[in-house]
């Protein structure tokens, strides 16, 4: 582990990382968010302030994806050396760790009906996960992991990003060739078609389901090519390589960021106040490819770029979160959960119980990778990236 430390360090660049610590805690923040949206059991007497704080922080917090699709971006475009290279080595070294842990999510509950536990330990573990979950079945468990070559599951719906990871790294040598040879120009003009592409999700709630030649039989629109996370790859390669001053940052960061968070936020407790709303809506101002995510997004990334770590404790810390981060997204979500218990077991005002149930989770799991690290040595990249 000393060897890798140390050949991270050796090509560091400490802003990718700061905004990797950013991108890590907010999503385990984001994850603590899912037992106040989604309740499970009976409604308490506070249920409305619950309601409140998860919309808030689930709000805030939008940026944690894009954040880590752009730090993608800024490290890996354009594409270097051989293509069966690139995938042999990207792939790898998510797929293993993406299947083992897929497996161990979608068991657990067989597990815990083999240790005696209440079925409703499930749901406050996965607040998602249902009654199909809670039978504690080996032959629920199996039919889930049946579906792991298709989709996630109900248990494990943080592994959603890597499906999208495993496709953005098949893309990127594709995608690359382009980037390499576009001007400046070129690249600005693709994310203006990207940006327009960011307001189709609301024009097809609002307006019209079909778009640009889209209709029941093509869901390919005249600016499909443009959208998606893809833009986000480009947008963090273009920022890594282009410069503002804080002063400007800010001035235009701060009322950005703002904007994009009462829309996302007002937004979402529109929906939820509907007396029905499908899921898709009710994910529709919190989808990570609109406007309002995108308004909060780039002034985190370029105000954390402005960040200049001299400590090199820090420096330390930020290289073996380098490490261990993809460890950390991997077995997070059997944390957040417990996190959040534990955090009203303890009294904790409702209004901070999120950051703090996050920041144990945090800790929790970068120390759990760190040691499984240690313990498996050269096989590590297979249990934890």
């Known amino acids: 582990m000393g060897n890798t430390l140390n050949s991270v360090a050796k090509k560091q660049i400490v802003w990718l990382d700061v905004v990797r610590l950013l991108a890590m805690f907010t999503v385990v923040c984001c994850h603590s968010t899912d037992p106040f949206n989604f309740y499970p059991g009976e409604p308490p007497a506070n249920i409305s302030e619950i309601k409140f704080w998860g919309a808030a922080y689930g709000s805030v917090l939008r940026p944690c994806v894009p954040l880590f699709v752009m730090i993608t971006g800024a490290l890996l475009l354009p594409v270097k050396g051989d293509t069966g290279a690139f995938y042999r080595k990207r792939i790898s070294r998510v797929f293993w760790p993406f299947l083992i842990w897929s497996v161990i999510y979608n068991l657990f509950p067989w597990i815990t009906g083999l240790l005696g536990c209440r079925p409703e330990l499930i749901l406050d573990f996965f607040p998602y996960s249902g009654e199909e979950a809670a039978r504690q079945s080996l032959s629920v468990s199996m039919d889930y992991i049946s579906h792991i070559p298709l989709n996630f599951s109900l248990l494990d719906v943080h592994m959603w990003y890597i499906y999208l990871l495993i496709g953005m790294y098949l893309y990127m040598p594709v995608f690359s060739a ?208």
């Open 178 to 385: 382009w980037v390499e040879k576009a001007s400046e120009k070129a690249k600005l003009w693709f994310l203006a078609a990207w940006g327009v592409t960011l307001f189709v999700p609301y024009y097809r709630e609002f307006v019209n389901p079909y778009l640009w030649g889209s209709c029941s039989w093509n869901e390919f629109y005249m600016l499909y090519n443009f959208a998606g996370f893809n833009g986000y790859l480009l947008l963090g390669h273009y920022l890594r390589h282009h410069d503002f001053s804080l002063a400007r940052t800010l001035g235009w960061g701060i009322p950005s960021f703002v904007i994009g968070f009462l829309i996302t936020f007002l937004g979402f407790r529109h929906i939820t106040s509907l007396p029905e709303y499908t899921e898709e809506q009710l994910e529709m101002f919190f989808y990570y490819c609109s406007p309002n995510v995108v308004m909060m997004t780039v002034p985190c990334f370029l105000i954390a770029k402005k960040v200049n770590v001299r400590n090199e404790r820090l420096r330390q810390a930020l290289a073996n979160l380098t490490v261990c981060g993809f460890g950390v997204y991997m077995i997070h979500y059997f944390f957040t959960g417990p996190c959040v218990l534990l955090a009203r077991m303890c009294h904790i005002p409702v209004a901070v119980q999120i950051p703090v149930a996050a920041l144990i989770a945090f800790g929790a799991s970068w120390g759990l990778v760190n040691l499984l690290r240690r313990l498996t040595g050269k096989y590590a990249k297979y249990l934890v990236g």
